[in-house]
């Protein structure tokens, strides 16, 4: 069987989805019939897919860049290449994943029946004028179970066990990337994901400071990344005279990834990175400000806890015992 699967963007909503390929790839394993399977993403996280086994082709697109310019030549010209491509096969299922208006209208490209939530679980009731099949999700099952649960009922099998990500290693890094890392050599360290796009989501700097302080006491390293001109400024204010924590050097989604997965531990925000890093199973801590993470993080990791909650950022020493229980530090 030939499926489409829809589900561009956020990274970290793109992360929650992965568990869906290794379902299908299994159903149909089991089977013993065969899956050609391929993605429709955002181009930005295109390499969070590539990086699944079980996806044969990523079909990259750029709405969010194609909508600041939408009649342009260059727009008309990268959107006629996606199209195209996507028309190209002839697909047993559509299914779009996102629920979203603007994820149904690029599922009507596609030559193939259509599927997605019905209008009490969908998050854009809208979105399902373009759907042939439509499914009941509960809607306040966490992001990984409702898309699973989706993916089940449109193929005909019921999801079971925990979420498989089932990714492949990430590539080695660049020159600059792989020097900085080796600067630690067999010291340990935290990789520390502060940035987020969500005000309601940020841990306050002051107690990032204070964790900071707290791991310059212990004479541990902290590696502090960053995706855009003022998470590079706050990581260089955090680290402002303190010799254990290092601001990191402008990284790619997966240069960050391949330095997480070498971390001795991964702390951070309710973020795509930290979700990404939950996929590859390293030990982590979530920082919670603005969210539930109940919903959102994972329960079913061995070495990884949830400190926090929506409206109750803990405080430094709360965070720091955790990590004190989860980080490989020995």
């Known amino acids: 069987m030939r499926i489409l699967i829809l589900k561009t963007t956020s990274m970290g909503d793109v992360v929650h989805a992965l568990p869906v390929a290794t379902d299908l790839a299994r159903h149909f394993r089991q089977k013993g019939a065969e899956l050609e399977l391929?993605?429709?993403?955002?181009?930005?996280?295109?390499?969070?897919?590539?990086?699944?086994?079980?996806?044969?082709?990523?079909?990259?697109?750029?709405?969010?860049?194609?909508?600041?310019?939408?009649?342009?030549?260059g727009t008309r010209s990268e959107w006629k290449v996606w199209r195209d491509s996507v028309r190209g096969r002839r697909y047993g299922l559509v299914l779009d994943l996102q629920g979203?208006?603007?994820?149904?209208?690029?599922?009507?490209?596609?030559i193939g029946p259509r599927a997605?939530?019905?209008?009490?679980?969908?998050?854009?009731?809208?979105?399902?004028w373009a759907y042939g099949k439509t499914y009941a999700v509960d809607p306040k099952l966490p992001p990984v179970e409702r898309m699973r649960k989706l993916a089940g009922a449109a193929v005909g099998y019921q999801p079971v066990g925990n979420p498989v990500f089932g990714l492949r290693a990430p590539p080695d890094p660049g020159a600059e990337v792989a020097a900085f890392a080796g600067r630690f050599g067999e010291h340990a360290f935290a990789v520390l994901l502060h940035g987020t796009a969500r005000d309601?989501?940020?841990?306050?700097?002051?107690?990032?400071?204070?964790l900071l302080e707290l791991f310059e006491a212990a004479r541990r390293f902290s590696i502090l990344p960053w995706g855009n001109p003022a998470e590079h400024a706050r990581a260089r204010a955090l680290t402002e005279g303190l010799r254990y924590a290092l601001v990191a050097p402008a990284m790619t989604i997966a240069?960050?990834?391949?330095?997480?997965?070498?971390?001795?531990?991964?702390a951070g925000v309710d973020t795509g990175l930290l979700h990404l890093a939950a996929a590859y199973g390293v030990p982590l801590v979530g920082i919670f400000a603005g969210t539930d993470p109940r919903v959102y993080f994972p329960d079913w990791l061995v070495r990884a806890e949830a400190v926090g909650g929506a409206g109750k950022p803990p405080s430094p020493d709360q965070v720091r015992s955790v990590i004190d229980r989860i980080g490989r530090w020995h």
């Open 116 to 128: 997605g939530f019905d209008r009490a679980s969908v998050r854009e009731p809208l979105a399902t």
């Open 100 to 110: 979203l208006i603007k994820s149904a209208l690029l599922s009507t490209q596609a």
């Open 38 to 73: 391929d993605w429709v993403v955002e181009d930005t996280y295109a390499d969070l897919i590539r990086w699944h086994p079980a996806v044969g082709r990523t079909l990259p697109v750029a709405v969010r860049r194609w909508r600041n310019a939408p009649f342009s030549a």
């Open 200 to 210: 309601e989501k940020r841990w306050p700097d002051r107690s990032w400071r204070a």
């Open 255 to 266: 240069e960050v990834t391949w330095l997480m997965t070498r971390a001795n531990l991964v």
